[in-house]
C-alpha cells in the first residue's frame, strides 16, 4: 500500500524531531540524574547509608517532610476555596484574585524569602513586636513554612480553577435544591468530581514543597541541624567537599523527584482527558 506522499516527505521530519526530542531529554535529565546516582554510590552502600543516616542530614530530612507536611495541606485547602470562589461566583475583583494567585511564578523565590525578612526579621516591619513576644519566625521552622506556602500555592488552585469552571454549577445547585447542606454538597457532589485535578495538584505543590531552595534559603539562616532542608543540606556538604554525602541527599531528592513523576503520569494515563479538558 502506497503512503500519500506527503506523509512520506513527513515521516524523515517526525523521526528528525523524535530524536532531538530524546537526545535532549537524555542529555538534560537521564544524565544528571544517573551521574548523581552514580556519585552517591561511588564508594558503596556502606558510605551511601552512613550519609543518609548521618545526624545532621536526618535533621534536614525531617524538616524538609515536616516543612511540606504543613504547607502542602494549607495550599489544598487555599486551592480549594480559591478555585470554588473563581469558579463558582461572580464578584468584584475577580480577575485581580485570579492573576493574583499566579504572582509566585512571576516573582523570583529569593525575593519572596526577603519580603519574609522584611516583613518578620529582626529589623523588619514586625520584627519588634515579635521580639517583645519571643516568637521567632525567620531562622526558624515558621519562617521554612511560609517560604514554601507563598512559592508553591498556586499549584493546587491552577489546576481546579479550570476544571471547575468547566463543571459549572449545575450539579452544586440540583444537591441543594433538594435539600443538601453547602458541606453535604461539597463532599458528596463536589470533592468526587474534583479529586483527580485535586491530586495532581496536591503531587505537584508536594514536589516543590520539597525541592525549594532560593527562599528557604534567604528565610532558614543555613543553622545547620536546625533550619537546613534537604537542598540546603545539598549545598552545605557540596561546599565542605562532603561530595559523596552531598550526591547521597541528593539522590534522595531525586528519588522523590521520580516518584512524584511516576504518580503524576498515572493520574494523567488514566484521567488525561478529565485532567486536559480542565486545563482547557
Known amino acids: 500500500m502506497l503512503r500519500p506522499a506527503h506523509l512520506s516527505e513527513a515521516l524523515p521530519l517526525r523521526l528528525f524531531l523524535i530524536g532531538l526530542a530524546l537526545f535532549y531529554i537524555v542529555l ?9 546516582l552514580f556519585e552517591a554510590l561511588r564508594s558503596g552502600w556502606d558510605a551511601f547509608a552512613s550519609a543518609i ?3 545532621d542530614a536526618l535533621s534536614a530530612i525531617k524538616l524538609t517532610l515536616l516543612v511540606a507536611a504543613i ?10 476555596a480559591a478555585a470554588w470562589c473563581i469558579s463558582k461566583y461572580e464578584f468584584p475583583g475577580k480577575s485581580v484574585l485570579t492573576t493574583l494567585i499566579e504572582l ?5 523565590p529569593v525575593v519572596s524569602g526577603l519580603v519574609f525578612v522584611l516583613l518578620f526579621g529582626a529589623q523588619g516591619w514586625f520584627g519588634e513586636w515579635l521580639q517583645a513576644r519571643n516568637i521567632e519566625i525567620i531562622f526558624a521552622v515558621p519562617g521554612l513554612v511560609l517560604a514554601t506556602v507563598f512559592v508553591t500555592f498556586p499549584f493546587v488552585a491552577r489546576q481546579l480553577i479550570p476544571l471547575m469552571t468547566m463543571q459549572g454549577r449545575g450539579y452544586e445547585e440540583a444537591a441543594m435544591s433538594l435539600g443538601a447542606t453547602g458541606w453535604q454538597t461539597f463532599w458528596h457532589v463536589t470533592l468526587p468530581n474534583i ?10 505543590c508536594n514536589a516543590r514543597a520539597m525541592g525549594e531552595f532560593g ?22 556538604l557540596y561546599n565542605e567537599y562532603n561530595f559523596i554525602a552531598a550526591f547521597a541527599v541528593a539522590s534522595l531528592l531525586a528519588g522523590l523527584a521520580l516518584v512524584t513523576l511516576v504518580l503524576k503520569t498515572a493520574i494523567e494515563w488514566r484521567h488525561g482527558d478529565a485532567l486536559a479538558a480542565g486545563r482547557h
Open 28 to 36: 538534560m535529565l537521564v544524565v544528571p540524574l544517573g551521574a548523581v
Open 53 to 55: 543516616v548521618e545526624p
Open 71 to 80: 504547607a502542602v495541606p494549607l495550599n489544598m485547602i487555599f486551592g480549594i
Open 104 to 108: 509566585p511564578f512571576s516573582v523570583s
Open 195 to 204: 479529586r483527580f485535578g485535586l491530586l495532581y495538584g496536591v503531587l505537584l
Open 215 to 236: 527562599a528557604v534559603s534567604v528565610v532558614s539562616g543555613h543553622i545547620r541541624g536546625e533550619t537546613n532542608t534537604m537542598p540546603l543540606h545539598v549545598e552545605v
